[in-house]
């Protein structure tokens, strides 16, 4: 355990800091959920008066010996890392039925529990995602264009310029969104993701009760689903691409434990296919789409440069539609889509007919199914055949379409006369 202490001014506020402001005002419970390194303690911790470090052996020794003093503490009371004494959910669980007053309990987790080892916490713990960094978390733009006015149908006039430009993306697509992994010399950054993805199957998927029999196996898996980025793949296909050659193809009963333990950590974050609340548009896809949960991830797995990505290079054992670079921009507008959307209480989906005659890369949807439709285009130009499938889909849905945009990576936002937004992601914001 330990006391409050007021943390270094050099913490960068992030997008989900608003959320988490509104949320401890009304909730007596709030659970940060997300990757590790993505910033949650340090995030949460700005808001506790007690803090219990789980992944300290001490501390946890303490709270094994008697669990009840999680429960004990001036509040906010921060259990940091609670997966790792699952039993201390239903302590929190239990306090929050004997009083139930806003901001009395924050917990940060790196993993989720198999289910039938905890309770679901429904109506007292209130769950909120923690992702890697955005653009504008990063400091690289400010933005100009917000998700959450769009949202709102207003069909705001779209303005700012950026001077990031496509080697900027590639820069900031390979240096990822982890804070602390983040540095001035490239060999560090790739060195620090090598050793976030061993970690991943030398500690965390074991501290979650997932034995990794054959590493290389798993590991090959894993490269494999980054070179299907952005695609919607079948796993079979994947298992195809792991193979390496040597036909040693993992069995479907070894990679299907690896798909759900890698979504367990938030590690793989596949985007679901939109299915409409007004279903009038037939033969939809239901096939996710692949991503991990940062793009630098994927492009480090497949071992991409900056050079390699500009020449147009990449993994050939996914058969995809254009560059891997196109790909991974994709990913790094899902990141920030799916950043932006939860604070604005909506989500992401894509959106393909079975046969690929129609396509939208995302839909951000609120609760009354209301849509923004966002297509992905790595140029600075858009040109009428880049906005076909958003004009059509605008006549399919009528009053449930709001708005619609391609996001690039020009200079400037701005509209087309047909209305379609024209967005470089660097001005995108929440």
């Known amino acids: 355990m330990s006391s409050f202490a007021p943390l270094s001014d050099s913490y960068v506020r992030r997008v989900i800091d608003d959320e988490l402001d509104e949320l401890i005002a009304g909730l007596a419970a709030i659970a940060v959920e997300g990757p590790k390194g993505v910033g949650k303690t340090a995030s949460a911790a700005r808001r506790a008066l007690t803090i219990y470090e789980l992944d300290d052996p001490a501390t946890l020794a303490v709270i094994e010996a008697d669990s009840t003093r999680l429960a004990v503490g001036d509040a906010p009371i921060l259990v940091d890392e609670w997966q790792r004494y699952p039993s201390s959910w239903d302590v929190v669980r239990r306090a929050v039925d004997q009083g139930n007053r806003p901001g009395r309990f924050l917990l940060t987790g790196s993993a989720t529990p198999q289910a039938q080892s905890v ?208 790909a991974l921009f994709e990913s790094l507008v899902a990141l920030s889509l799916r950043v932006f959307a939860q604070a604005s209480e909506s989500r992401v989906f894509h959106f393909r007919t079975r046969g690929g005659e129609r396509e939208v890369d995302f839909i951000v949807e609120r609760d009354d199914g209301a849509v923004l439709a966002i297509e992905v285009k790595l140029s600075e130009t858009v040109h009428d055949s880049d906005v076909g499938h958003l004009k059509w889909l605008r006549d399919e849905l009528g009053d449930q379409f709001i708005d619609a945009l391609v996001v690039t990576t020009g200079r400037h936002a701005y509209r087309r006369p047909d209305g379609i937004g024209v967005v470089p992601l660097a001005l995108l914001g929440p």
């Open 119 to 326: 309770h679901s916490g429904a109506g007292r713990i209130v769950k909120l995602r923690m992702r890697p960094q955005t653009l504008g978390e990063r400091g690289i733009e400010t933005a100009s264009v917000s998700v959450a006015e769009l949202l709102t149908g207003a069909v705001p006039a779209l303005t700012g310029t950026t001077d990031v430009r496509l080697d900027g993306y590639v820069t900031e697509i390979l240096a990822g969104g982890f804070p602390g992994m983040r540095s001035t010399s490239a060999r560090v950054q790739r060195a620090s993701l090598d050793g976030y993805l061993d970690r991943i199957l030398d500690v965390d998927l074991p501290e979650i009760g997932v034995e990794i029999r054959r590493p290389a196996t798993m590991r090959r898996w894993l490269a494999a689903y980054a070179a299907a980025t952005a695609t919607a793949a079948s796993y079979e296909k994947i298992r195809d691409a792991a193979t390496a050659g040597d036909g040693d193809k993992p069995a479907k009963t070894t990679t299907i434990p690896y798909r759900e333990a890698l979504e367990r950590i938030w590690i793989l974050e596949p985007l679901d296919a939109w299915v409409p609340s007004k279903n009038h548009l037939m033969r939809l896809t239901a096939a996710p789409k692949h991503h991990l949960v940062d793009p630098a991830l994927a492009a480090r797995l497949v071992g991409a440069s900056p050079r390699s990505l500009l020449a147009g290079k990449g993994p050939t054992t996914i058969p995809r539609d254009g560059p891997f670079l196109g």
